[in-house]
C-alpha cells in the first residue's frame, strides 16, 4: 500500500510539472523576440519548449528570423544541428534549434562558429543569397575540410523567402532530415535543400559572375536588398 502511494505521489508530482512548463512564445515575424518572458503553456502543448533561429553574418551579425514556442513533442525528432553555410569569407547564414524537454531553452547555438579546421578541400560550391534564384548572384567558393555544398530555399511565415547557397559543416543526420520537401522546422518551411558532396573543382565548371566597375553598389545591394526585401519586421 505505501508503494501504491509513493507512486501516485511521483504522477501528481509530475504532472503538475507538465501542467505547469512555461515557455517563453514568440515569432520575430509576428511579434519581436527581445525581451521576452516565459509564459504558461497550453494544456495541448506542454511537453517541450523549443526555439529556432537563422543569423547572418553580412558585415555584422543580424538575426534574421527567431522561433520560441511551446511544443507537444517529446524532442525525439524534428531538432536539427547547427550548422553553418559560407558564402563568401565575411558573409555566412547560421541555423540551429533546439528542444528542451520539461523546459526553458537557453540561446546557447545562436553563435556563428569558425570552421573547424580552416583547411581547403577540393570542393567547389555555388555561391551567393537573395530573396529569390533572381537575385542570387552566383559565384563559386572553395570549401574548407569537412565541409560540403549546400543549396536551401526557405520560406517564413510572411510568405518572404531566403535562397542561400554555399559551403556548409551541416551533418548527414540533419542534411537527410531537411532533405524531405516541404520539412517545416519553427515555422519555416525549406521548400528545397540539397546537400552535395562531391562538386569537385577538377570535374564540373562553376559559372562566375561578371563584376562590373561599379562594385561599390554591386557589394551594398546584396546586404541592403536582403535587408531591406527579408527583413521588414524581424527582430534586429
Known amino acids: 500500500m ?33 525581451n521576452s518572458t516565459t509564459t504558461e503553456c497550453p494544456s495541448d502543448a506542454n511537453a517541450s519548449c523549443t526555439t529556432f533561429l537563422t543569423n547572418a553574418s553580412l558585415g555584422g551579425d543580424i538575426t534574421l528570423y527567431q522561433d520560441k514556442a511551446c511544443s507537444a513533442e517529446n524532442c525525439s525528432e524534428g531538432v536539427i544541428e547547427a550548422f553553418t553555410i559560407r558564402v563568401t569569407d565575411e558573409e555566412s547564414f547560421h541555423f540551429a534549434s533546439q528542444c ?20 581547403f578541400s577540393n570542393i567547389e560550391c555555388l555561391a551567393c543569397y ?35 547557397k554555399g559551403c556548409s559543416n551541416i551533418s548527414n543526420s540533419t542534411c537527410q ?16 535543400f540539397e546537400c552535395v558532396d562531391n562538386f569537385s573543382i577538377s570535374s ?11 562594385t561599390g553598389s554591386k557589394v551594398s545591394f546584396t546586404p541592403l536588398a536582403l535587408v531591406s526585401f527579408l527583413l521588414l519586421g524581424l527582430v534586429l
Open 177 to 192: 532530415f531537411l532533405s524531405t520537401e516541404n520539412r517545416v522546422v519553427g515555422g519555416v518551411l525549406f521548400q528545397k
Open 130 to 164: 537573395g530573396p529569390n534564384e533572381t537575385f542570387c548572384n552566383v559565384t563559386s567558393r572553395k570549401c574548407y575540410k569537412e565541409e560540403r555544398c549546400v543549396n536551401l530555399i526557405a520560406e517564413f511565415k510572411n510568405e518572404t523567402k531566403l535562397v542561400v
Open 2 to 34: 505505501k508503494g501504491f502511494l509513493i507512486a501516485g505521489l511521483i504522477t501528481l508530482l509530475t504532472v503538475a510539472a507538465v501542467e505547469s512548463l512555461s515557455c517563453v512564445q514568440c515569432n520575430s515575424m509576428t511579434n519581436t523576440c527581445v
Open 100 to 119: 528542451c524537454l520539461g523546459q526553458e531553452c537557453n540561446d546557447s547555438n545562436d553563435t556563428i562558429a569558425p570552421p573547424q579546421e580552416e583547411v
Open 204 to 214: 564540373t565548371p562553376i559559372p562566375t559572375v561578371t563584376t562590373t566597375t561599379d
